[in-house]
């Protein structure tokens, strides 16, 4: 049986040591041991640090384009997935262009983290808005980390899903020892927090949980 092509296009050096690139390589790293993919990825990276075929993406946007069409005719690509809306820069010209399927991999709303921390104005805020409803409604999936996230593309698009990362063992090491880093009490339970604190990685709603948790379990700490 004749295997699916798979091109990974993620505008960022693959081994960042931040949420999104982990994710991404999540998500490869997934797709790897599924024996009806053959897997390619086109980044930021001179060369695959996964070992695999590869474009050198950098950021000259025409060029990028006329690299990724080619590689897609050239390696028969059957399916592209944009990791992030930053990528889905060049969905419309591979839709164009190509009869690859396309899959938009979002992790977040760039524009509305832009404009809460005002480096984005509210016409362009808007503009932003309505040029992104074209491009989900354009793909052939979408998929999400988050339900809300999903509820609130498939307005756009019905065939968008939720797919969490999960621990990927090559990444996380669980047999790690646990550091003295908190001090706890004997009895006590502690939850930590392994994000940043941007208003727009859900801080907020991490308190209210607590606050809620911790009415009825006095005994959990925040950390």
């Not at 980044?43 to 993406?57: A, C, K, N, Q, Y």
């Not at 897609?72 to 690509?77: A, F, G, L, P, T």
């Not at 009869?99 to 509305?112: D, T």
């Amino acid at each position: 049986m004749k295997k699916s092509a798979v091109l990974s296009v993620f505008r960022s050096p693959l081994m960042e040591n931040r949420g999104t690139p982990l994710r991404v390589k999540s998500l490869i790293g997934e797709g790897l041991t599924q024996s009806d993919f053959v897997w390619h990825t086109a980044t930021l990276d001179e060369v695959s640090p996964l070992g695999l075929g590869h474009i050198t993406l950098t950021h000259h946007h025409v060029s990028d384009i006329k690299k990724i069409v080619d590689y897609v005719k050239r390696e028969h690509i059957d399916i592209v997935v944009f990791h992030s809306i930053a990528a889905a820069f060049y969905l419309p010209f591979i839709k164009l262009l190509t009869p690859a399927k396309l899959v938009l991999e979002m992790h977040g709303f760039r524009e509305e983290e832009e404009f809460l921390y005002g480096r984005l104005s509210r016409p362009k805020y808007l503009l932003n808005k309505f040029f992104y409803s074209f491009i989900y409604r354009m793909t052939d999936a979408i998929t999400t980390c988050s339900i809300s996230a999903t509820e609130y593309l498939k307005k756009y698009n019905k065939n968008s899903v939720s797919v969490y990362g999960g621990v990927n063992l090559a990444l996380f090491n669980p047999e790690v020892t646990s550091g003295s880093y908190v001090t706890r009490e004997p009895g006590t339970i502690v939850v930590g927090y392994a994000g940043d604190g941007k208003r727009w990685q859900g801080l907020p709603f991490l308190y209210r949980a607590f606050e809620k948790l911790h009415e009825q379990y006095p005994e959990f700490r925040l950390e």
